[in-house]
């Protein structure tokens, strides 16, 4: 069962209201995909996301930064990663399949991506939705989110493959 946040506090007050905006957001955005792929895009974000903070944020082999209020996950670190990870994935597949296969301009929305989600996390940092220990730190995370965002516009290209080809207007 999931714990109910220590207190609720700032941290807890920047999820909800993204986890009010990102769904709002993404239904009033014309629909660039079917529901299939739209689902495998937010599907790929929840497990990639829990592997990569399980591995590098909580579980084993490091334990590198907290989420939230604890070092065990609350009700909130489920909200982050069924509603804001994949919907803030889902946006990312969203721009990107303005290019296709165009590779130097997803390379370059990769890095301007990559940019703007670092400077999503310092504010989430400042809000104490994030705590770093031992050696991590925002560049850290930085670096990784390049990594996660190519890995993804891989994903989001192979799935657009799949699709039968339908006009966006």
Not at 57 to 68: A, E, I, K, Q, R
Not at 74 to 97: E, K, M, R, T
Not at 139 to 163: C, M, P, T
């Amino acid at each position: 069962m999931l714990n109910p946040p220590v207190q609720f506090d700032e941290n807890e007050w920047l999820v909800l209201v993204t986890m009010i905006l990102l769904p709002l957001l993404m239904y009033v955005t014309p629909k660039r995909f079917s529901s299939s792929t739209a689902i495998a895009i937010m599907l790929y974000n929840i497990a990639f996301s829990l592997c990569t903070d399980c591995l590098a944020g909580s579980c084993f082999p490091w334990d590198l930064y907290d989420t939230m209020d604890t070092k065990q996950y609350d009700l909130f670190d489920f909200f982050i990663y069924v509603i804001q990870y994949p919907i803030y994935g889902y946006f990312f597949a969203w721009f990107l399949s303005f290019w296709k296969e165009n590779t130097g301009m997803s390379l370059l929305y990769v890095v301007i991506w990559a940019l703007i989600t670092t400077f999503l996390e310092w504010i989430a940092v400042q809000f104490h939705v994030y705590q770093y220990k031992q050696d991590w730190d925002i560049n850290h995370s930085a670096f990784f989110y390049l990594i996660y965002f190519l890995l993804e516009a891989k994903f989001v290209q192979w799935l657009l493959r799949q699709e039968p080809q339908k006009s966006f207007s």
